[in-house]
């Protein structure tokens, strides 16, 4: 069936340290797949997208880039800084349809 | 601006008493839905509305009911809460039309509490 399958956290790096976060998805057909960040007493944001193979998606020094032959949107960051500390939702959406499929989330502290 | 509104933000209840969450967008979306988020099992889809009055189960939704008489407006009703209902709570709209890389905008969140 659908899944996404993130790494499970919590994650905790120092500040300026290198972040991945694995994501791998089970879909058919071509999902559009998204990062969405909840930062502490919020709702989640769009942090960033990509809607087909090979495809960068990428914001606030971000990054993740859909790769088909793998089924992985991995989100990545060169430096992260304290404030990016949240948790991490990997989610895609099937063509024909608005219902979106999370991950379990990822628990982002970054330490100074 | 752009936003989804969901009230109330916190809401400790006892058991078996009704109760209603609103939320609100103001952005004509035409879909909209309901989420509850549990630690280790994400966000999972309670009910969604293509448009109004058009409404159907996701994939939890024993326990709850929804209304969809307006395009802005979508409550998720819990006619006797339980405390297994305990859960953070989050509203989402998006345009529809099968666009698959239409964005999502959620509310804040509601946590409940059912004791």
């Known amino acids: 069936g659908n899944s996404v399958t993130q790494m499970e956290g919590p994650v905790t790096l120092s500040e300026e340290a290198f972040l991945t976060i694995n994501c791998t998805y089970t879909?058919?057909?071509?999902?559009?797949l998204f990062w969405y960040v909840q930062y502490p007493g919020e709702g989640l944001q769009l942090l960033l997208k990509?809607?087909?193979?090979?495809d960068k998606g990428s914001n606030k020094g971000f990054e993740a880039t859909y790769r088909k032959e793998t089924t992985s949107f991995h989100l990545e960051k060169g430096s992260v800084q304290v404030s990016d500390s949240a948790v991490y939702f990997c989610?895609?959406?099937?063509?024909?349809?608005?219902?979106?499929?999370f991950g379990t989330g990822t628990l982002l502290a970054v330490q100074p | 601006e752009a936003q989804v509104t969901q009230n109330p933000r916190y809401l400790i209840t006892v058991t078996g008493k009704k109760l209603t969450v609103t939320c609100s967008q103001n952005?004509?979306?035409?879909?909209m839905s309901w989420y509850r988020q549990d630690p280790g099992l994400g966000l999972r889809q309670i009910y969604y509305s293509m448009n109004v009055e058009v409404t159907d189960k996701g994939d939890v939704p024993e326990g709850y009911k929804v209304s969809r008489k307006e395009k802005r407006n979508f409550p998720l009703i819990l006619e006797s809460p339980s405390p297994n209902q305990t859960s953070l709570y989050f509203c989402?709209?998006?345009?529809?039309?099968?666009?698959?890389?239409?964005?999502?905008?959620f509310g804040q969140g509601t946590r409940l509490t059912v004791v």
């Open positions: 989610a895609f959406r099937r063509g024909a349809t608005n219902k979106l499929i």
């Open positions: 990509a809607t087909k193979a090979d």
């Open positions: 952005m004509n979306h035409e879909y």
């Open positions: 989402a709209s998006s345009r529809s039309r099968g666009q698959s890389n239409t964005e999502a905008f």
């Open positions: 879909a058919t057909g071509y999902p559009s």
